[in-house]
């Protein structure tokens, strides 16, 4: 399937935004439509099943947050939040509604563009399929539970694979901590966000060339963590 079949749903109150973002992504080929409210752009992602949603966190009659809980119980569309950077705590609060990414304003066209390549890329990988993974000189086939390096076969823990594997469904994209402590250790510890730092640290150890400046597994302070391998090409 080419780009230029791919639709993206734009919702944003702003005309002028709404006008330099279609300019964006229709230089990509992607196909776009406009919704300048929450309501109409729910009525929009039902009526034309768009492949994405660009989102924006700051909606006159509802907020972009509503938007995405109803819309995550009937689609797992990509979703990707254009938020402020006022908007921190409703950020992350959309994220752990369902959003896949955010992009804040003023966002450049690259990094919007690297978000939108990814949030199609995951829904195109589907969930089943599991890329082997190449972190540098690093392999990893995360079905197998198999990783080796330039010096051998590297050693993972159960949990290390489990927060990767996590982290590689969503690669390139953003996962909160939240999202990470409940998918891996479960609903009742999503506050242990030291279990989760002790494990990060070790997957770094392991994975980084340089521990303190990671390539691969990135903090993306006070939210989570991003997995930027690097034969993407959103870089
Ligand atoms: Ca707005």
Redesign the pocket.
């Known amino acids: 399937m080419t780009q230029a079949m791919h639709l993206i749903l734009v919702i944003?109150?702003?005309p002028g935004i709404r006008a330099v973002l279609r300019v964006l992504l229709e230089a990509e080929n992607y196909r776009v439509i406009e919704a300048g409210s929450a309501e109409r752009g729910e009525i929009e992602a039902r009526t034309h099943k768009p492949d994405l949603l660009l989102v924006?966190l700051?909606?006159p009659d509802d907020d972009g947050l509503a938007l995405i809980r109803h819309v995550r119980a009937w689609s797992p569309v990509p979703v990707v939040v254009l938020s402020a950077r006022t908007m921190e705590s409703q950020k992350v609060a959309a994220l752990d509604a369902g959003a896949d990414d955010y992009v804040t304003k003023p966002f450049s066209a690259a990094e919007l563009l690297a978000r939108v390549r990814a949030g199609l890329r995951r829904a195109s990988r589907g969930a089943d399929s599991l890329p082997l993974l190449s972190l540098g000189e690093t392999h990893i086939d995360l079905t197998r539970r198999v990783a080796s390096g330039p010096g051998g076969a590297v050693h993972l823990t159960p949990l290390e694979y489990r927060v990767l594997d996590c982290l590689a469904r969503q690669s390139g994209m953003i996962v909160t901590s939240r999202q990470l402590l409940r998918e891996v250790w479960g609903p009742d510890r999503v506050g242990d966000s030291g279990a989760l730092r002790v494990c990060v640290k070790g997957l770094r150890d392991k994975l980084e060339r340089d521990p303190r400046r990671p390539q691969f597994l990135v903090t993306e302070a006070g939210i989570g963590y991003r997995l930027r391998p690097g034969d993407l090409d959103d870089e």
Do not use: I, T, W
């Open positions: 944003e109150d702003e924006d700051g909606l």
